[in-house]
C-alpha cells in the first residue's frame, strides 16, 4: 500500500523567505500526486498537482512543486511567502494501480513569522 | 456555484450515542469521499459513493457506515460513538471520483465531532 511521508511537521520561517516542504511516497508505480493547504477551520484547498508531462507544477498563491521520480518526491516550494500562508500544508498521492482514493502524508505546519 | 456543504459545523454527542452527518456535493458531481481527521492518525479514507453504491472503503469498524442519495447528496453514519471517534469529518466530491482524480476534488469545511 501507498504511504506518504513529510518529514517536517512544522516549518517556520520568516516573512518573504523562501520555503521548501518535503514530501515523498512510497512506491515509483503510477501514481497522482498532490499538494492540499488547510486554513484552520476549514477543508482542504487544491495547491497543485502532478499528473503526467513536465515535472515542475505551478499552483495557486505562487506555489510550485518538482516531481522527482527516482526520488520518489514531490517537494513544495514557494521563492518569498507571506502572512498568510501559514497553515497546515497536505501531500497526498493517488495510485493508479488500486482506484484507491488519496492517501495523504500527515502534514506541515507552515508559520510565516513577521 | 455553490462548493461542497457540510452539516453540521460542529456537533457533541455522548459515548454510546450515534449520529449522522451530512455531505452536499458540488452540482454535477457523482462522487463522494468522506475521510476522518484527527491529530494522531491524520487524514484517513473512509469511503467514496458514485451513483448511490459504494465504490471503496477504508480500513474502518463497521460502527461507520454511509449511503448516497439519488441527488448525490451522501450521508454517513457513526453509531456506538466512542470517545476516539472526535475527529474533524471531511466530505469531497468529484465529477467521477476514483482514479480519474485529473477532473480535482472539491472538500469541503467539515464536521467536528466531539465525543464525550
Known amino acids: 500500500a501507498q504511504s506518504v511521508t513529510q518529514l517536517d511537521s512544522q516549518v517556520p520561517v520568516f516573512e518573504e523567505a523562501p520555503v521548501e516542504l518535503r514530501c515523498n511516497y512510497s512506491?515509483?508505480?503510477?501514481?497522482?500526486l498532490f499538494w492540499y493547504v488547510q486554513y484552520p477551520n476549514q477543508g482542504l484547498q487544491l495547491l497543485l498537482k502532478?499528473?503526467?508531462?513536465?515535472?515542475l507544477v505551478k499552483g495557486i498563491n505562487g506555489f510550485e512543486a518538482e516531481f522527482n521520480k527516482s526520488q520518489t518526491s514531490f517537494h513544495l516550494r514557494k521563492p518569498s511567502v507571506h502572512i498568510s500562508d501559514t497553515a497546515e500544508y497536505f501531500c497526498?498521492?493517488?495510485?493508479?494501480?488500486?482506484?484507491?482514493?488519496?492517501?495523504f502524508g500527515p502534514g506541515t505546519r507552515l508559520s510565516v513569522l513577521p | 456555484k455553490a462548493g461542497v456543504t457540510q452539516t453540521p459545523r460542529y456537533l457533541i454527542k455522548t459515548r454510546g450515542q450515534q449520529v449522522t452527518l451530512s455531505c452536499s456535493p458540488i452540482?454535477?458531481?457523482?462522487?463522494v469521499s468522506w475521510y476522518q481527521q484527527t491529530p494522531g492518525q491524520g487524514l484517513q479514507f473512509l469511503f467514496e459513493?458514485?451513483?448511490?453504491?459504494?465504490?471503496n472503503k477504508g480500513n474502518f469498524p463497521g460502527r461507520f457506515s454511509g449511503r448516497q442519495f439519488s441527488n448525490s447528496r451522501s450521508e454517513m453514519n457513526v453509531s456506538t460513538l466512542e470517545l476516539g471517534d472526535s475527529a474533524l469529518y471531511l466530505c469531497?466530491?468529484?465529477?467521477?471520483?476514483?482514479?480519474?482524480?485529473?477532473?480535482?476534488?472539491?472538500f469541503g469545511s467539515g464536521t467536528r465531532l466531539t465525543v464525550v
Open positions: 469531497a466530491s468529484s465529477l467521477i471520483g476514483g482514479a480519474s482524480a485529473n477532473y480535482g476534488y472539491t
Open positions: 512506491s515509483s508505480v503510477s501514481v497522482y
Open positions: 502532478y499528473l503526467s508531462g513536465s515535472t
Open positions: 497526498a498521492v493517488s495510485d493508479l494501480n488500486y482506484g484507491q482514493n488519496f492517501v
Open positions: 452540482s454535477g458531481h457523482r462522487s
Open positions: 459513493y458514485f451513483s448511490e453504491t459504494q465504490r
